[in-house]
Antibody
Framework: EVQLVQSGAEVKKPGESVKISCKGT????????IGWVRQMPGRGLEWMGV????????RYSPSFQGQVTFSVDQSISTSYLQWSTLKSSDTAIYYC?????????????????WGRGTLVTVSS | DIQLTQSPSFLSASVGDRVTITCRAS??????LAWYQQKPGEAPNLLIY???TLQNGVPSRFTGSGSGTEFTLTISSLQPEDFATYYC?????????FGPGTKLDI
């Protein structure tokens, strides 16, 4: 089955670190960019950035540059999002999503496959 | 960064109504625009890409149009399952920003 399977909810204290995962199955994982999207409680979608599994090329939104790190382990078709120092304002649902593209032109089409989201709660 | 605005922010409608949501970009994005639907407690779902192409499996009552800086999503005859929040996203340049969303209520 074509899907993205995300890791379970995390509860952390401010200042702690965390790494959440997103495993792709049923498709050629190396050839699609994986994106990360934040949704704070009751709020809209925020584009955090994308990473290309084949070579780990990553593009970050300026709003998240330096605050988070994307990584990939191609051998297990998994992408990661990590924080070294969490803040209470990082409390949110984090989605991973596959960036579809036009096969002929390579142009991006949008996130055509989504994980179910990982809730990260940061509270003292 | 390219900014997106959506109007209206909230929309009340009834089953069978025709509704239109507008998305405007701060600069021209040709047709690099996608529309998503998100229901409470669920991940977003891609409806339309390249401004007007229907994603596989999406009902034909959803149509997208526009180019440049102004885009619309139209639902021709609202069904109960269409009450949700709708987001546009530009894919012209990084960061691929989302619009603030339009909540469609009964």
């Amino acid at each position: 089955e074509v899907q993205l399977v995300q890791s379970g909810a995390e509860v952390k204290k401010p200042g702690e670190s965390v790494k959440i995962s997103c495993k792709g199955t049923g498709y050629s994982f190396p050839t699609f960019w994986i994106g990360w999207v934040r949704q704070m409680p009751g709020r809209g979608l925020e584009w955090m950035g994308v990473i290309y599994p084949r070579n780990s090329d990553a593009r970050y939104s300026p709003s998240f540059q330096g605050q988070v790190t994307f990584s990939v382990d191609q051998s297990i078709s998994t992408s990661y999002l990590q924080w070294s120092t969490l803040k209470s304002s990082d409390t949110a649902i984090y989605y991973c999503a596959r960036l579809g593209y036009d096969i002929l032109t390579g142009y991006p089409r949008g996130f055509d496959l989504w994980g179910r989201g990982t809730l990260v709660t940061v509270s003292s | 960064d390219i900014q997106l605005t959506q109007s209206p922010s909230f929309l009340s409608a009834s089953v069978g109504d025709r509704v239109t949501i507008t998305c405007r970009a701060s600069q021209g994005i040709t047709n690099y625009l996608a529309w998503y639907q998100q229901k409470p407690g669920e991940a977003p779902n891609l409806l339309i890409y390249t401004a007007s192409t229907l994603q596989n499996g999406v009902p034909s009552r959803f149509t997208g149009s526009g180019s440049g800086t102004e885009f619309t999503l139209t639902i021709s005859s609202l069904q109960p399952e269409d009450f949700a929040t709708y987001y546009c996203q530009q894919l012209k340049s990084y960061p691929y920003t989302f619009g603030p969303g339009t909540k469609l209520d009964i």
